[in-house]
């Protein structure tokens, strides 16, 4: 079955950086889709960043040139790097995949619901 497990969370002060990881187990094809997606108390999921099957990324406005996401296939492992974190960036976090996955990057960002595999989430919280 494949699985899906976050880490990397924490808190931290505004300005400050975290990594968070998702390790994917039970699967080892190269057609999926993997993303971010985030939810804050009281407020609807939304997308972070999407990798699609060609590599290429999407980025929700607010984390453009703070957030990188990234594919280690060596490793089965999707990474998030978040620098310059702000007070809004907290929430629980949660990395998704879709295998086979046919859609771009921009397609999938604004549609978890195209998502069938999810991690348990891994908690950010930053404080200013």
């Known amino acids: 079955a494949v699985q899906l497990v976050e ?9 400050g950086s975290l990594r968070l990881s998702c390790e994917v187990s039970g699967y080892t094809a190269r057609t999926d889709c993997m993303g971010w997606f985030r939810q804050a108390p009281g407020k609807k ?6 990798i699609d099957r ?3 990324t999407s980025y929700v ?4 040139g ?4 990234s594919k280690d296939n060596a490793k089965n492992t999707l990474y998030l790097q978040m620098d310059s974190l702000k007070p809004e ?8 995949m879709r295998y086979p996955c046919f859609v771009t990057a921009f397609q999938a960002l604004g549609r978890d619901d195209l998502f069938p595999y999810w991690g348990q989430g891994t908690q950010v919280t930053v404080s200013s």
Request: aromatic residues 8%.
């Open 66 to 69: 703070r957030f990188t996401p």
């Open 45 to 50: 999921r939304e997308g972070v960043a999407v």
């Open 89 to 96: 960036d907290t929430a629980m976090y949660y990395c998704a």
């Open 61 to 64: 406005e607010s984390v453009k």
């Open 54 to 56: 060609n590599a290429r």
């Open 7 to 15: 880490s990397g969370g924490g808190s931290v002060q505004a300005g």
